[in-house]
């Protein structure tokens, strides 16, 4: 038992000088490491002292790997900051542009970065070539940028604006006789090109006051057939105890420049008790053999089916005629507010709207439903620009409003 406790102790003697032995190594090892890397230092250190390389004076050296030292650089330098203290997508994309404009053409085109050869070059060598291009790059960049802010508006919307004003001064504008400088144009043909007042400076001009309703009323070498725009008139005739109920008598139509393109006098249905011929200018000789009360119905409702009828107290012809028709295409003189205001009555007569605004004399003695036909478009194509403007404007709120009814809150 002895001897097997003398054997124990010396292995275990012997595993501790082993120990012992092996962190010695390490540390020879470590310290002559350390060593080393102190003499190699030492060496690099006069080295780079003597080697101070100057400022770059070939144009060779200032491009090489510029997209290489403009990277070091951003690196290196602090972001621009803006006033709120973030940076915006505006100035990162301006540094980006910059860096990218001494880039040579194959570079900008390639679009592979990492197949683009670079020379290995030292960051503080290129820290010190590039500080001073760098800086003054920026500055001449930032100076024209300056002048650009202020001469162009701050958003693209003032642009449009401006522009809505400048169109909105031209349309308010009347015109004047300083305008109308020429002498020798149908005024008819001003009225439709530059509106009813310039008409009228040229009449004046002319010494064109006032005409018969024939030819004021009508545009004699105007087209005559059927347009966009018609005008409607009825005479109608007593029927009756005392004649008073109506009935249809006459019907006329005229188009646009007042060019008679229907009139027809309708056979009676009933026995006419009251012919009113001191106002309707109907006389039993002129109704006797007349057409088709039908007839003139459905050849009324093709003609005006999908266009915009003008009439005065317009209601009443519908009425008589057993028609109906859609009210956006439905123009009243008598229910138009600025000829209300003109004749200063809720329900003015034609006769004073023409004697008013047109300065026309009408409905004298026997009226003619011709007439008045184009006593009416007469006086719906004087004021029509301002007349659709307001429908247009009505229409439009109108839509806006059930859009945002129909919006969630």
């Not at 404009?101 to 390639?110: C, I, K, L, Y």
């Not at 008819?188 to 009323?217: C, F, H, N, W, Y």
């Not at 053999?289 to 009443?316: C, F, M, P, S, Y």
Request: some cysteine; proline content about 5%.
């Amino acid at each position: 038992m002895s001897k097997a406790k003398e054997k124990e102790k010396k292995a275990h003697s012997d595993a501790k000088i082993h120990k012992h032995t092996a962190k010695d190594k390490r540390k020879t090892f470590w310290i002559k490491q350390n060593l080393k890397k102190k003499k190699l230092e030492k060496q690099a250190a006069p080295q780079k002292k003597q080697e101070k390389p100057g400022p770059p004076r070939e144009a060779e050296q200032i491009s090489a790997n510029w997209k290489s030292l403009q990277q070091i650089l951003k690196s290196s330098q602090p972001e621009k900051k803006h006033q709120n203290g973030f940076t915006t997508k505006k100035h990162q994309e301006n540094a980006f542009q910059r860096s990218s404009v001494n880039t040579a053409p194959s570079e900008r085109d390639s679009g592979k970065k990492e197949k683009q050869k670079t020379v290995p070059v030292d960051p503080k060598e290129a820290g010190e070539k590039l500080k001073l291009p760098a800086a003054s790059d920026s500055q001449q960049s930032a100076a024209p940028k300056r002048k650009k802010d202020k001469n162009m508006p701050n958003s693209e919307e003032e642009g449009p604006k401006k522009k809505k004003k400048k169109i909105s001064l031209v349309e308010e504008r009347k015109p004047t006789e300083d305008d109308l400088w020429f002498d020798d144009v149908d005024p008819d043909v001003i009225e439709e090109t530059m509106g009813a007042e310039a008409a009228e400076i040229m009449r004046r001009k002319q010494g064109i006051r006032s005409k018969e309703p024939e030819t004021s009323l009508v545009k004699e070498s105007a087209f005559s057939g059927i347009t966009q725009t018609v005008a409607i008139d009825c005479e109608m005739v007593g029927v009756g105890p005392d004649g008073e109920e109506s009935i249809l008598a006459r019907v006329s139509l005229v188009n646009k420049f007042g060019k008679c393109i229907y009139d027809k006098y309708v056979k009676p249905t009933e026995k006419v008790t009251d012919y009113r011929t001191a106002v309707s200018g109907i006389r039993p000789e002129d109704i006797k053999d007349g057409e088709d009360v039908q007839t003139v119905q459905r050849e009324v409702a093709d003609i005006l089916k999908g266009r915009i009828v003008v009439g005065h107290a317009i209601h009443n012809d519908l009425k008589i005629l057993l028609l109906d028709h859609p009210k956006k295409f439905i123009r009243d003189t008598q229910k138009y507010k600025p000829f209300r205001r003109i004749a200063k009555s809720s329900r003015p007569s034609l006769k004073v709207l023409c004697r008013e605004v047109l300065n026309v004399k009408v409905q004298q003695g026997e009226h003619s439903s011709v007439q008045d036909a184009q006593a009416t478009m007469r006086l719906y194509t004087l004021v029509k620009k301002q007349w659709e403007a307001e429908i247009s404007g009505r229409k439009k709120n109108k839509e806006s409003e059930e859009k945002k009814k129909r919006k969630p809150r």
